[in-house]
């Protein structure tokens, strides 16, 4: 399926002195220049404060911050690092390790925590905790853990599983608090219990994320106290929300990652674990760390943009209407804005084989269409099964438009993914069974007069089909189906 958008109205786009003596300036250089080799030496020992893989003189000269996200507001931040050891070292100001512990009250076996064994385990970033279903970490019953607004945010890995995996847990004296668990169905969900109500469930209507497909994900909960406002993130995205009736108590009992809970405890892998005594904001939320995660929407992970020597907070680099993403998949270089106006097999530039869909046998014909008032272009020719590795989300959808609006596939695990594209009407199409399908994120743009048009092919006579929806802010809009 081929889909696109257009719009009537047009989018807006060193030196001795003469003497033999050292001048003041002279000296001033031999300073400068003892000075930075110290500075050299330091940073040698902390290119990367955050441990993240990202180099903090790449991050300097890009604008983005060397240390954590809000570093005065961190209660814990646990990067479960540790090779032969029963606790996780805490990074934050109050170095409060969490204790490994087992879930059915065992001593843990030597062998496990030891170097090699069953639970210090290679991760996303550096080391990671595999709890196995057997294992949990907990945290000291101290004052440092009174939440009212908080954050929390982990990494997890687990293959699928029709069960609840608790992530983390926390309560207070009266067993009131919040609980991060996975759905039977894939999906990350939030449960509160509080004396207003228990069992207050925050959770996407519609699979946005599969979480138990055997991939990293981030987990991340914020929670406003002022207006009760329990918002869940996953891999940097709000998915869900609620206001909450009631809040828990200033006291502390127990705050657990990977205990059961209400459900069973984590089967899989857990990483850079933070809690926050602050509701972060959403961009906030995407920076635990940055590494993995789209920051400038082209398709390029920021670890990825500092490889390809992109720029992490640019769509287009070198500004040739390639968005750095697409250059990295059709194997262009994103800083030589030249490599947009190279002749492909077509006779056609790259760049006009990009936005004509890469289909150079019908560009004339599929690519013109008021390609000046084109508001979005979908041709799901590059796509997660057959873009390079450097794509950061391998659900991403690009957009072959001006208006490069980045998509993404919502509701897949790896399988479906790969199912998710085949043969279409032109090239590749965009196979869908009835769950998945693909948001587009919301553009200033203004459509007023507009077309859609898609080609598009099913089976399924015996229900309604929707193929296209819109909706503004107040959620008022059309659908084609």
Known sequence: ???????????????????????????????????????SVVLGYSADFEGDSLQDSWKVSHGMPTQAVAPESLAGWWQLNATNELTAADRSSNNLALTLTTVNGSLVPP??????????????????????????????????????????????KTAPASDYQVVALYKDTANFGWQVDTAPNGQARLRWDTAAGANQVVQSATVQTVVKDSAWHQVGVTFTASTGLAQLFVDGRLEASRVIAGSFGPTIKDFRIGDAGYGVAWKGMVDEVRL???????????????????????????????LLGTHPLQRD?????????????????????ADASLLGTSGLTRLQEYRFGLDAANATTGGAVAPTRLVGYWPFELNGTNASPQIANPNYVFDHSVSALPGRLVGVSVTDRAQAFGAGKVGTALVLNGSPFVEVKPSAAVLGDYTVAAWVKTSNTASSN????????????????
């Open 111 to 156: 062998g496990a925590v030891a170097e090699g064994g069953t639970i210090w385990r290679p991760a996303l970033y550096d080391n990671g905790a595999d709890l196995q279903g057997a294992y949990y970490f907990t945290a000291q019953a101290n004052a440092a853990y009174a939440l009212t607004d908080f954050t929390f945010s982990a990494w997890v």
């Open 317 to 337: 680099t070198d500004a040739d209407g390639l968005p750095d993403g697409a250059e990295a998949a059709l194997g262009l270089n994103a800083t030589n804005a």
């Open 466 to 481: 929707s193929i296209f929806q819109w909706q503004d802010a107040n959620g008022l809009g059309f659908e084609i189906g």
């Open 276 to 306: 926050y005594k602050k509701a972060l904001s959403a961009t906030e939320v995407a920076s635990l760390p940055a590494t993995y995660f789209d920051q400038d929407d082209d398709g390029l992970d920021t670890l990825h943009e500092m």
């Open 1 to 39: 399926m081929r889909f696109s958008l257009t719009s009537l109205q047009h989018l807006n786009s060193k030196r001795s002195s003469p003497s033999g003596t050292r001048s003041q300036a002279d000296l001033r250089a031999v300073f400068l220049l003892a000075v930075l080799s110290i500075l």
